[in-house]
């Protein structure tokens, strides 16, 4: 059927909303000075201001209300801290609570620093500069409120200090000579710290009363490990070895195993894979993790099952975990841009609650994050991870 031409002229065709290139007279990069006097001007998606020829219409696109904040948090509510350290100095690294209720964290960079800070009243507390470079995971709680952590010195070899509450940093020992520390972990009384070497992967026990070190032997014949760990309401000690597969450390008999359990991950990439974040829940009596493709999983140790809970973003990495007071598991996923979760363990609810922002003092979005602690009142804390660096604090309701 042929087109009727004077029914196509005669027809009235809408606007565009964004000029076209031959629509335009002139586009200004975002910053830069300049306009053609008497035209109307408009900031295009990119910045630019755009200055469209005469007859030609070009207004903003009529987006949702909720548009701009669709990304953000907006369950519970997100406050955060500013860190009181020099940029590049204040990236927090790991996270931990005593056993009498205090939050500590531990920053790496140019310059390595150790806090304090109270959830509930949204406050910092600096306690001192610390030598050596700080790592992930690199902290554990002891009894009687002490902290202790590692640090690696001129060629990367990793040393324990502890820090008694109120007291001074004190240099232990280096468990394994010549090599620096990938983990640590606390046992449920405080008095054992276990550790991960971060070459050969030799795993190690260090007792607080004693101040003495025993080394159990590598996890994986061929130095292939996660640099995290978990530790029961028992003792036992779970980490990763090669290929997402399980090791478990029995600390009654004093025994290193692998497991023939392992981590749920993408097809094909076995090799790739690794234990990106572990936690114990003492509710369900089971190990929570993530991997680096950023999935989630259930280990039941008792039985040996192991449950896939699911991917929360078409991105990789789960980078911490922690359990909330209100028996939910928080914690942060992806690579550049991250995201906060929660699973619901009563109904297998997993939700991608979006990514944390707070408006006051200033507008911040919290873009990395490496450690995550829950505070005395249950609430969810989060270090950041950047050149300026917030601890964030989430409280569910």
């Known amino acids: 059927m042929p087109i009727d031409k004077q029914k196509l002229l005669q027809r009235k065709w809408p606007t565009f909303h964004f000029p076209l290139a031959q629509e335009i007279i002139d586009r200004i990069p975002k910053g830069e000075e300049g306009e053609i006097k008497g035209e109307p001007v408009r900031v295009d998606d990119y910045g630019a201001r755009v200055t469209a020829k005469k007859g030609f219409q070009y207004e903003p696109p009529p987006w949702p209300e909720d548009y701009l904040t669709a990304y953000q948090v907006s369950v519970g509510r997100v406050d955060a801290v ?21 939050c500590y964290g531990i920053t790496g960079g140019a310059m390595s620093h150790l806090f304090s800070f109270d959830p509930a009243a949204k406050t910092v507390t600096p306690q001192g500069r610390l030598d050596g470079m700080i790592r992930k995971n690199g902290m554990a709680p002891l009894a009687d409120g002490a902290v202790l952590w590692a640090a690696h010195l001129a060629g990367g070899e990793g040393w324990l200090y502890v820090r008694s509450e109120g ?93 023939e ?92 609650l979006g990514m944390l922002f707070v408006a006051s003092p200033r507008a911040w979005n919290g873009y990395e994050f490496d450690a995550a602690v829950t505070g005395p009142q249950g609430e969810v804390c989060f270090g950041e991870n950047d050149q300026i660096s917030h601890v964030f604090v989430y409280s569910p309701s």
């Open 261 to 352: 359990t392992k981590a749920p991950l993408l097809a094909g990439r076995e090799m790739y894979t690794r234990i990106d974040a572990l936690l114990f829940d003492p509710r369900s009596r089971s190990v929570f993790g993530g991997t680096s493709d950023g999935m989630l999983f259930q280990f039941h140790p008792e039985n040996g099952k192991m449950i896939s809970l699911g991917k929360i973003l078409n991105q990789p990495r789960i980078r911490c975990l922690t359990m909330g007071g209100d028996g939910c598991l928080y914690g942060i996923a992806g690579k550049d841009c991250c995201h906060l979760f929660r699973y619901n363990p009563a109904d297998r609810d997993l939700r991608d």
């Open 167 to 259: 007291g001074s940093p004190e240099k232990i020992c280096c468990p394994v000579k010549g090599e620096g520390i990938a983990a640590l972990a606390s046992s449920p009384d405080g008095r054992q710290v276990y550790g991960i070497s971060d070459r050969s992967g030799v795993f190690f026990v260090y007792d607080s009363k004693t101040r003495t070190v025993a080394q159990k032997g590598a996890v994986d014949r061929d130095g292939l490990f996660s640099s995290t760990l978990a530790v029961d309401d028992r003792g036992d000690v779970y980490g990763g070895a090669r290929w997402t597969r399980l090791f478990k450390y029995d600390a009654r008999n004093g025994t290193l195993a692998q497991l």
């Open 82 to 102: 500013a860190l009181p350290f020099e940029p590049g100095e204040c990236a927090v690294k790991a996270m931990v609570k005593t056993s009498r209720g205090v």
